[in-house]
């Protein structure tokens, strides 16, 4: 069964630094990965996924995230976090196999960033 | 483009009411369509996906059925509301079986 950890459930930073946002996964061969992002009372956002090439992904409003096959990692990073960056952010994976593939989410982690 | 249309945005049931939340997606076909509850804010439960017309794949029992009556409408419904039935729910769509995910605003039910 596939799985995805977030190990932590806060994240805060300052204003103009960088940020991580962790995400480590477990599933059947090849993953495809994925970052979302959730204000409050909204639906999710795509923000940038790993489907296979490069292993720095660029997203969606500066956000890039790594892919780390022999951690099997995709963190979330960001040079320079903005205040209206502060959200809730999932990652996800989907085995990338035939058919239909579930998606599963992990549990999310709460960004505050400070100002 | 494609957008994704989900209402209502808020309901307010009382307990053995029925309910019927609708999500349409313009601008593709044959999408794949997903329910997703969020409780407390956090972990996302997949309830149904359809991958075409009349085809419905529940994720887990529950008092709660899902519909696809048009390629690109999906609808959930409960014939009898539970109290634990409360929560946000979110539809979304993908264009295949492997891409990501395209979520609605949400539909945010509470059942008293």
């Known amino acids: 069964a596939q799985s995805v950890a977030q190990p932590e459930d806060q994240v805060n930073v300052a204003e103009g630094n960088p940020l991580t946002v962790k995400c480590t996964y477990s599933v059947s061969g090849n993953p495809y990965l994925f970052w979302y992002v959730q204000y409050p009372n909204r639906g999710l956002q795509f923000l940038l996924k790993y489907i296979t090439g490069d292993n720095l992904v660029k997203g969606s409003y500066g956000f890039e995230a790594e892919f780390n096959k022999s951690q099997t990692s995709f963190h979330l990073k960001k040079p320079s976090a903005l205040v209206s960056d502060s959200a809730l952010y999932f990652c996800?994976?989907?085995?990338?196999?035939?058919?239909?593939?579930?998606?599963?989410f992990g549990t999310g982690t709460k960004l505050q960033v400070i100002p | 483009s494609q957008t994704i249309h989900q209402w209502p945005a808020t309901l307010v049931q009382p307990v053995g009411s029925p309910l019927s939340l609708e999500c349409t997606v313009e601008?593709?076909?044959?999408?794949?369509l997903y329910w997703y509850r969020q409780a407390a804010g956090r972990g996302l439960q997949l309830l149904f996906y359809s991958v075409g017309i009349g085809q419905i794949s529940s994720e887990v029992p529950q008092n709660l059925s899902a519909s696809r009556p048009q390629d690109r409408q999906f609808i959930l419904s409960s014939k009898k509301l539970l109290l634990s039935d409360s929560g946000f729910y979110l539809c979304?769509?993908?264009?295949?079986?492997?891409?990501?995910?395209?979520f609605g605003e949400g539909s945010r039910l509470t059942v008293l």
């Open positions: 601008g593709t076909s044959n999408p794949n």
């Open positions: 996800a994976v989907r085995p990338n196999s035939g058919g239909y593939q579930k998606v599963t």
């Open positions: 979304a769509w993908s264009g295949t079986s492997k891409g990501e995910l395209f």
